[in-house]
């Protein structure tokens, strides 16, 4: 019997991270080349036909539209020519929900599309990669991976990229979906999917960015007791397209940064309130007039996520409407 025909896209990460000794936690990330995490994994070879191919080898601090444009392209391109039945991305974990997203967002196949990383480098005592290379190995060779967007696989945990979040900056369960919980688990080789995510992925996206060199700039203003509107002035003056707001509570912005949201909104830059806080979510006309003042609301997204939505968004209108829209179905 044939082996499902995985691609693994390396893009760097602590999973690719190397340390000068087992036991300390100083480390670089983005080190090792996609062929070492493979040859790391005992048993990959008998789940699935694998290949390598390195994108970038960055700390996904760094990482970068562009690197996510090439991404999306290659995947496209992957299930355009049929050279493989499932995809993992190995990731660093600091921006790790972001891609998941975007790629949820952008690829244009039903197909699997599983991003993994660690939290431990691969130089550590009990480092974390290979178990999570496996398990995404083997969702990703499942026929359940399908039709789901990108799944993050983490610690035995699945979660759909979209809800996804880090939540911890040491521990290795590092995330969780604090507004839906995991989708499922993969353990001892088995997937359990408990339920298939409802939002929007892939094809049923209108986010097709084939052809684009960029996307428009979005900027994040986090919001704090007294935050004054010189971060959101300044990013509508250096040209931002957009803002998104970390804002308090329910989305609420202070005077000072209502304000300056109205200033930017005439200009014709839309302004989304997200919050800083991790659950719940912002709705339209709570404590906030967004009729009067023009505001969009993220629904359950958090900033960073919310900025990604954006981003696409303005790629294909300006309108607050149909843009509230999307945040409310994708
Ligand atoms: N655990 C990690 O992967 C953290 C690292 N800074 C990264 O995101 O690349």
Redesign the pocket.
Known sequence: QKLPRIKILAT????A?KGASADHSAYT??ELPVKDLIGAVPGIEKVADITGEQISN??????SVAIWIKLNKRINEIYKNNEADGIVIT??????EETAYFLSLTVRYDKPVVIT????PATAISADGPKNLYDAVTLAASKQAAHSGVLLVFNEYIFSGREAVKTSTTHLN?FTAPNSGPVGQVYDGKIVLYETPLRKTNKATPFDITGLASLPEVAVVELYADAPATAMNAYVAAGAKGIVTGGLGNGNLNKANTDAAVAAIKKGIPVVRASRVPTGRVTLLDETDDEKLGTIVSDDLMPQKARILLMLALTKTNDRKKIQQYFFEY
């Open positions: 760097g990460g602590t999973i991270g990330s983005g960055v700390g996904s601090q760094d990482m990731h660093g974990t600091d921006t790790q990383g660690s939290m431990r590092a």
